[in-house]
């Protein structure tokens, strides 16, 4: 399963970027919410236990989501992550990184099709992967931003594009608003210069521009006036205010000039 090798490859950038640093530097706050490099691989690993234990141990996924969502209930999410995992700085880094190899090869073998257990409704394999690398992408961006640094982007980014398509109707439903009939039209640009179109031409709602900067725009890790996408149309230009790739509660995007690289 190709988005299980992509996985893996997004995890080992992130790797080589953070394997250097000194152990204080974990520490550092992103522009993330103040998440920290070390909250940051705290959250990344807790969802990979989940998603290790969806695949391989379903009956332990469900006492874990009992528990989770007890936290959640009780508003501790965050000290119960940092309760199941209390490892920090290069430690941290060591156990998230091999848990994520063992992750991406066992996703790797199985049916992309298979159903697997999760906080929401169950997904399909190649969704739930997909979803992970999305998870290091996104967050995988504050930190490199943090640290001055420019990713090295490869068309690994389409399932990412795919997932904030897919996302389409929640980012209007989680946010109150009417899901529109038709999504608009995309033609986006891959890291390697390939053309990627989905739905039907439009000249009336239509996002044209860079696949990375889409991506940056569905995971809310830029503010749409921060990219050089061409957004044609009230319905892209609404989903793209509103854009929201992931799960949970309506999160609203950082405000224009609020992301950005710090050094």
């Not at 920290?36 to 807790?46: E, P």
């Not at 529109?180 to 891959?190: I, S, V, Y």
Request: proline share 5%; net charge negative.
């Amino acid at each position: 399963m190709q988005q299980a090798h992509d996985f893996i490859e997004e995890t080992d950038i992130l790797y080589e970027l953070l394997v250097s640093l000194d152990e204080a530097e974990f520490e550092k706050p992103t522009l993330f919410k103040d998440w920290t490099i070390n909250d940051i691989l705290v959250h990344l690993h807790f969802w990979n236990l989940n998603a290790h234990a969806s695949l391989n141990e379903p009956g332990k996924f469900d006492e874990m989501m009992e528990r989770f969502f007890s936290a959640i209930q009780s508003g501790k999410l965050r000290p119960y992550e940092n309760e199941v995992i209390t490892e920090r700085g290069h430690s941290l880094l060591e156990l998230w990184y091999q848990l994520s190899q063992k992750l991406g090869n066992d996703f790797s073998n199985v049916d992309p099709k298979l159903r697997v257990k999760w906080a929401g409704p169950d997904m399909s394999a190649r969704t739930c992967i997909s979803a992970r690398q999305m998870e290091v992408w996104a967050h995988g961006q504050a930190v490199f931003d943090l640290l001055g640094k420019d990713r090295p982007e490869s068309d690994r980014i389409k399932n990412v594009v795919i997932l904030g398509i897919n996302a389409f109707g929640w980012s209007h439903s989680v946010h109150g608003l009417p899901v529109p009939e038709t999504m608009p039209f995309l033609k986006l640009r891959a890291p390697s210069g390939e053309v990627w179109e989905f739905g039907e031409a439009s000249n009336a709602n239509a996002i044209t521009g860079e696949a990375t900067q889409f991506g940056q725009v569905v995971t809310q890790t830029r503010n749409i006036a921060d990219t050089e996408l061409r957004v044609i149309g009230e319905t892209a230009k609404i989903w793209m205010e509103n854009a929201q790739c992931f799960a949970g509660p309506p999160e609203t995007p950082p405000a224009a000039g609020e992301r950005r690289k710090t050094i």
